[in-house]
């Protein structure tokens, strides 16, 4: 069986989308896969609506797991003009992770490369590219260029978007890959740099077979966290010959 590197790991990353887990679920969810889950996102603007917050992000920090907000919220606030407040919401609920995305709202990129310098003076910034509507104005031919002016600006990961439905940015209205578009992005950049909304397992199984087992996969349910660690280890059969056929 494919051995775990240790927490913090730079890839194999599983990012967690949690939709509104209570304290008690979180409890749960950590006994059962915190070995296997290295960031945790707050979908939409449920942090805002989130009873017990800053208890709650102490849990995951105490086992080792990155959280963060999640890019909507981000741009609810910054869609009012209140970044300054959103950092302030950042610190007094102890979140010391940001996401900056663009999916709801138009920003010039450069001007997006500035507020992410801006972040990283004092959080640990991811970042995403692509637009939540699947439409031309998406323009995906960009995300290598975006992706990597980003990275320059001080991202440490950037997220594909993809929607917590799987069905736009390097997927297609079915949810299947769209595989030039994939090539094209890791033609020009590391694919260790590149964490992949991968919310369906014919998504997961896609990458792995065609990345290994260490690629950064983002927006799994809690639910299938386990199911895709067994991706990861060739435990299932659509990644079984991939992973085990040279062990």
């Known amino acids: 069986m494919t051995k775990k ?6 890839n194999g990353l599983t990012m967690m989308i949690d939709k509104g887990l209570s304290f008690r679920e979180s409890e749960d969810f950590i006994f059962s896969c915190s070995e296997h889950t290295d960031i945790v996102k707050f979908a939409f603007g449920t942090s805002l609506l989130t009873h017990n917050l800053k208890e709650k992000v102490n849990l995951f920090h105490k086992n080792n797991i990155l959280v963060h907000a999640g890019g909507t919220l981000f741009e609810y606030f910054a869609i009012r003009n209140q970044i300054h407040d959103y950092k302030k919401f950042l610190n007094k609920n102890n979140i010391n992770m940001v996401e900056i995305s663009d999916g709801c709202i138009d920003i010039e ?4 490369c500035k507020i992410i310098k ?3 003076k004092d959080f640990k910034v ?13 323009k995906i031919e960009k995300w290598p260029l975006w992706i990597q002016k980003e990275l320059d600006a001080g991202s440490w990961k950037v997220i594909t978007e993809s929607r917590e439905s799987g069905n736009t940015g390097i997927y297609n209205s079915d949810g299947n890959i769209e595989k030039k578009t994939v090539a094209k992005i890791i ?22 077979n065609e990345f290994g087992s260490r690629v950064n996969l983002g927006n799994i349910s809690s639910k299938d966290v386990l199911s895709l660690e067994c991706l990861r280890r060739g435990l299932r059969a659509d990644t079984f010959l991939s992973i085990n056929k040279n062990k």
């Open 118 to 120: 801006d972040f990283k």
């Open 126 to 138: 991811i970042s995403e590219v692509g637009s939540k509507c699947n439409s031309e104005d998406n």
């Open 5 to 10: 590197n240790s927490k913090p790991r730079k």
């Open 187 to 208: 033609s020009k950049i590391n694919i260790e740099d590149i964490i992949w909304e991968a919310p369906k397992q014919n998504q997961q199984a896609w990458l792995i």
């Open 109 to 112: 990129h450069d001007q997006k």
